[in-house]
C-alpha cells in the first residue's frame, strides 16, 4: 500500500480526541450511501416504466398500421393484403375492423372500442388474445355453417378485464352492444343493437386496453357497423420495430395513393419522451443528496485538519512533502466517498431487485396506465452514479486538502 493511503486509512480507523469528527464521518458516508441508493432506485423505476410501457405497447399495439387517408375504409382489401405481406421487412399481417360502440349489461354500460378481427392473423401482431385469463378467444374462430332451421347462437366477444369489472360481467355472461350505425327506417336512423356472450376475458395489465377494448368476429364487425367486406386497417409486425417509421414508408409507397401508415413510436412519441424528461429531472433533483453528502464530507476534513495540524506538521518536519500531505487528505474523502458508494449501490440494486421481483408497491391502472410499479436497474447506471458521486467528492475534498498542504512546521509545533 501507498504510503498516502496508508495514512489515509489509518486516520479513518483511529480514535480520536473529538468524536463530532468520528460521527460527521459516519453521516457523510451514510450520506452517499442513500444518495447512490435513491439515484439506482429512481433510475430503475423511470427505466423500469419506459421499458414496461415499450413491451405492453408493443403487445398491444402492431409496430405498423396501414389505413386510408379518406377514412372511408379500405375494400378489396384481400388482393391488398396478399400482395403487402410479401415486402422485404414484413413478418405478419392482419386485417382489423374498428368501431366505436356502447356496451352494457342490466343497469351498467360503458364506452367500448371493439375490434373485428381473423384470430390466427391477429395473434401475429399483437399478443392481447393470448393474454386471455378467463375463457378463451377460441371462439373468435369464423362459426361453422349452419343447416337450414338450426337457430343462430349469440356471437361471441372478449373484453377487458377492468370492463368486465364495470359491467359485472363473467365468462358466459350476456352483454348488449349498440352501435351507432344504425338502421334507416320511416322513423329515422335507428342505433343497431346486438346481443353477444362474453367468451373470455384478457388482462394485459395496460388500463387503457383492459378498460375499453373488446375482440369481435370480423363477419360480426362488419355486419354491426353496416360495412360489409370492409375493413379499417390493415396491422403489420416487421422485422426491425425501431426502423418502423422506414419501413412504414416503404408499405405506404407499395399500396399506392390514397393510403397513409402510422407506426408505435409516431403513436407514442409524447410518452416516451415525457419519461426521458422524468428521468433527467429526477437524476438532478436526487443527485442534489449526493451533493448535500459531499458538503458533509468538506466539513469532516476540515475539522480533521485542524484535528491533525500537529501530526501533519510531524510528518512534514520527517520529510513528507506537501504534495504527499495534499494526497493524504484527498485519498481519505475518496475513500469516505467510496465506501458510501459501495454501500448505496448494493442497497439500490437490494431494493430494486425485491421490487421488481415482488411488485409490491402497486399502482392506480387508470391514473400510471400499468397496475405496478417495475424496477428494471441497469449496470450502465452504477457507472454513471458512481462515477458523479467519486467525482463530487473529490472537488469536495480540494479545499481541506490544500489547507493541510500549507501547514507550517514551525508555526504548528511551536507551543507544543
Not at 58 to 65: D, P
Not at 172 to 200: H, M, N, W
Request: one cysteine or more.
Amino acid at each position: 500500500m501507498r504510503f498516502e493511503l496508508f495514512i489515509a486509512a489509518r486516520y479513518l480507523r483511529a480514535k480520536r480526541r473529538q468524536a463530532v469528527v468520528g460521527v460527521i464521518t459516519a453521516i457523510s458516508v451514510a450520506g452517499v450511501a442513500a444518495g447512490v441508493a435513491a439515484l439506482i432506485i429512481a433510475l430503475a423505476i423511470t427505466t423500469g416504466m419506459r421499458r414496461d410501457l415499450q413491451d405492453r405497447l408493443l403487445g398491444s399495439t402492431s409496430h405498423v398500421e396501414l389505413m386510408r387517408t379518406a377514412g372511408d375504409g379500405i375494400r378489396e382489401w384481400r388482393p391488398l393484403l396478399a400482395r403487402l405481406g410479401k415486402l422485404p421487412h414484413v413478418r405478419a399481417d392482419a386485417p382489423g375492423l374498428y368501431g366505436q360502440v356502447l356496451v352494457s349489461r342490466g343497469a351498467r354500460s360503458g364506452g367500448l372500442m371493439i375490434k373485428g378481427v381473423l384470430p390466427d392473423e391477429e395473434r401475429h401482431v399483437t399478443d392481447l388474445l393470448d393474454m386471455v385469463k378467463l375463457g378463451s378467444a377460441q371462439a373468435l374462430e369464423p362459426a361453422p355453417s349452419r343447416t337450414p332451421g338450426d337457430t343462430a347462437p349469440l356471437p361471441p366477444i372478449v373484453i377487458g378485464q377492468d370492463l368486465a369489472t364495470t359491467l359485472d360481467a363473467n365468462v358466459g355472461d350476456t352483454v348488449l352492444v349498440t352501435s351507432p350505425q344504425g338502421e334507416l327506417t320511416p322513423l329515422g336512423i335507428v342505433p343497431k343493437f346486438q346481443r353477444y356472450y362474453v367468451a373470455g376475458i384478457f388482462h394485459s395489465g395496460f388500463y387503457q386496453y383492459d378498460s375499453s377494448l373488446g375482440f369481435i368476429r370480423l363477419e360480426d364487425a362488419q355486419h354491426l357497423l353496416g360495412e360489409p367486406d370492409l375493413i379499417s386497417v390493415i396491422a403489420f409486425k416487421v422485422d426491425d420495430l425501431y426502423h418502423a417509421d422506414t419501413i412504414g414508408r416503404e408499405i405506404e409507397q407499395a399500396a399506392g395513393p390514397g393510403f397513409l401508415t402510422t407506426n408505435w413510436m409516431e403513436q407514442n412519441r409524447e410518452l416516451f419522451r415525457a419519461l426521458r424528461l422524468e428521468q433527467i429531472v429526477t437524476f438532478i433533483v436526487i443527485g442534489l443528496i449526493v451533493c448535500v453528502a459531499a458538503l458533509n464530507i468538506l466539513i469532516a476534513l476540515t475539522m480533521m485538519v485542524m484535528e491533525k495540524t500537529r501530526d501533519i506538521a510531524v510528518l512534514m518536519s520527517f520529510g513528507v512533502r506537501a504534495e504527499q500531505v495534499r494526497r493524504i487528505f484527498l485519498l481519505q474523502g475518496l475513500l469516505i466517498s467510496a465506501v458510501g458508494t459501495a454501500l448505496g449501490l448494493v442497497l439500490g440494486y437490494a431494493a430494486s431487485w425485491a421490487g421488481g421481483h415482488y411488485r409490491f408497491i402497486r399502482l392506480p391502472g387508470d391514473v400510471y396506465s400499468i397496475d405496478y410499479l417495475p424496477f428494471a436497474p441497469r449496470i450502465s447506471d452504477a457507472v454513471i452514479v458512481a462515477a458523479m458521486a467519486l467525482g463530487v467528492s473529490l472537488v469536495a475534498t480540494l479545499y481541506p486538502s490544500r489547507s493541510a498542504a500549507r501547514v507550517l512546521p514551525a508555526e504548528a509545533l511551536r507551543y507544543e
